[in-house]
Nanobody, 123 residues
Framework: QVRLVESGGGSVQAGGSLTLSCTAS????????MAWFRQAPGKEREGITY???????RYADSVKGRFAISQDKSKNTLYLQMNSLKPEDTGMYYC?????????????????WGQGTQVTVSS
């Protein structure tokens, strides 16, 4: 398994932006499906976007047009650019990965998880 470490969370006002980073302990440049999930207090974990091993991406409707996933393969780092943040975006954000073609936002498809980074959006 690959070890994942998230960073970049924080507190921001509604309408603001944040960029989350997820650094992997090994090369995820090829063959890996990488994703971001989030979990709000009292709610189930929600898959919000993935970047699959074939380069395809997918976004949950709740973040489409506001969030963007990207990778710097030379740094083994996954990013989540979050714009136009809303209070409902508040939660713990997790990076996840699996060394296969996954094409899904189901959490049970991912074998490696980071510890999470907190994002709080105030109105």
């Amino acid at each position: 398994q690959v070890r994942l470490v998230e960073s970049g969370g924080g507190s921001v006002q509604a309408g603001g932006s944040l960029t989350l980073s997820c650094t992997a302990s090994r090369n995820i440049a090829s063959g890996y499906c990488m994703a971001w999930f989030r979990q709000a207090p009292g709610k189930e974990r929600e898959g919000i976007t993935y970047a699959d091993s074939d380069g395809s991406t997918r976004y949950a409707d709740s973040v489409k047009g506001r969030f963007a996933i990207s990778q710097d393969k030379s740094k083994n780092t996954l990013y989540l650019q979050m714009n136009s943040l809303k209070p409902e975006d508040t939660g713990m954000y997790y990076c996840a990965g699996t060394p296969i073609y996954c094409h899904t936002l189901r959490s049970d498809a991912y074998s490696s998880w980071g510890q999470g980074t907190q994002v709080t959006v105030s109105s």
